[in-house]
């Protein structure tokens, strides 16, 4: 059997409509990075064939609820197996965090990995609403496998002391600091693809 990977996106998530629209209006686009896949559409290729990269298209990323998100996500627990690997890239982390902290999670995880990922509300334009976490993540902790935290420096997406509170909120996990991957828009990640093949 494959090794199974489930990769969770990042996204938006707004308070009102109004606040989604000016984000709409103002949102500068990156036409040249829309052509450019980014790593975790090339993680198939980069792991190979023995492994089964699941790359699922959550609701509305622009405009993110997570009952929308916990919805999808549930439906996707009879296709897993035990052994799984997760990933999650910013909100996606901060998704996974969320969900394991409240549900039990039927499939046994290896290892989850969060990939700048948000923990707090620690900016004004920086708010998580219905996807912030718990007062305490243990269920996170207990069901999450061995815990990887990726984060870089000059990342201004997501403040890098938020992998530091992830650290403090499991003690065991393993912290990288980057300092020049930014929000980790990159075509490849291959420190991930190394410790997931060590894993394996």
């Given at each position: 059997m494959k090794q199974q990977v489930l990769v969770i996106h990042g996204g938006?998530?707004?308070?009102?409509?109004?606040e989604y629209i000016k984000f709409l209006k103002?949102?500068?686009?990156d036409f040249q990075k829309m052509?450019?896949?980014?790593w975790k559409e090339n993680l198939r290729s980069d792991l190979g064939d023995d492994y089964e990269v699941i790359l699922p298209k959550m609701p509305n990323n622009t405009n993110a609820t997570y009952e929308e998100w916990e919805i999808m996500f549930g439906k996707l627990?009879?296709?897993?197996h035990d052994g799984l690997i997760l990933v999650g890239h910013s909100m996606g982390g901060l998704f996974l965090a969320k969900y394991l902290s409240e549900n039990n999670f039927k499939p046994k995880v290896r290892a989850t990995f969060l990939v700048a990922a948000p923990f707090g509300d620690n900016?004004?334009?920086?708010?998580?609403?219905s996807f912030s976490l718990p007062k305490k993540i243990d269920g996170f902790a207990r069901q999450a496998?061995?815990?990887f935290i990726f984060h870089s420096s000059d990342d201004l997406a997501v403040p890098p002391r938020d992998s530091g509170d992830y650290k403090n909120a499991v003690p065991n996990s393993e912290l990288k600091m980057f300092t020049d991957r930014g929000h980790f828009g990159q075509p490849h990640l291959p420190e991930?693809?190394?410790?997931?093949?060590?894993?394996?």
């Open positions: 938006d998530t707004f308070d009102t409509r109004e103002e949102h500068e686009l052509m450019i896949a980014g627990i009879p296709f897993l900016l004004p334009e920086y708010e998580l609403y496998g061995q815990v991930l693809v190394e410790v997931i093949k060590k894993l394996a």
